[in-house]
Nanobody, 138 residues
Framework: QVQMVESGGGVVQAGGSLRLSCTVS????????VAWFRQAPGKARDGSAC????????YYANSVKGRFTISRDNAKNMVYLQMNNLKPEDTAMYYC???????????????????????????????WGQGTQVTVSS
């Protein structure tokens, strides 16, 4: 059984930092790209960042570029999202998700495509976690 469990959310003041973690089990982790998505109340889900199977290729949405960093440790089956200079508009439930990566998810524009696809059609990604809440106060 595949499990993806997010942790690290919480309440932080604007300008602060949080580090989200996603623990993955039940699959061959380095066969999958992983992304962080978020959804605020009353708003559509959007993709924040994506990383390919090797960790050598990443893509960031414009809204988080320069502030968030996605990384992974394939030895530990973990994915991280370091979030700096948080803003109130970053308040949302954050989800990690996995997509089978046969080695083609390398170019940023390809990662972008699948990140946008996952936001619009969540079923296009193979596995999802239950989410962790991030609240940024002004």
């Amino acid at each position: 059984q595949v499990q993806m469990v997010e942790s690290g959310g919480g309440v932080v003041q604007a300008g602060g930092s949080l580090r989200l973690s996603c623990t993955v089990s039940g699959l061959n982790f380095d066969d999958y790209a992983v992304a962080w998505f978020r959804q605020a109340p009353g708003k559509a889900r959007d993709g924040s960042a994506c990383i390919n199977w090797s960790g050598k290729r990443t893509y960031y949405a414009n809204s988080v570029k320069g502030r968030f960093t996605i990384s992974r440790d394939n030895a530990k089956n973990m994915v991280y999202l370091q979030m700096n200079n948080l803003k109130p508009e970053d308040t949302a439930m954050y989800y990690c998700a996995a997509l089978g990566d046969p080695g083609v998810l390398g170019e940023p524009r390809v990662l972008e495509h699948f990140l946008r696809l996952g936001a619009a059609q969540p079923d296009s990604w193979h596995y999802w976690g239950q989410g962790t809440q991030v609240t940024v106060s002004s």
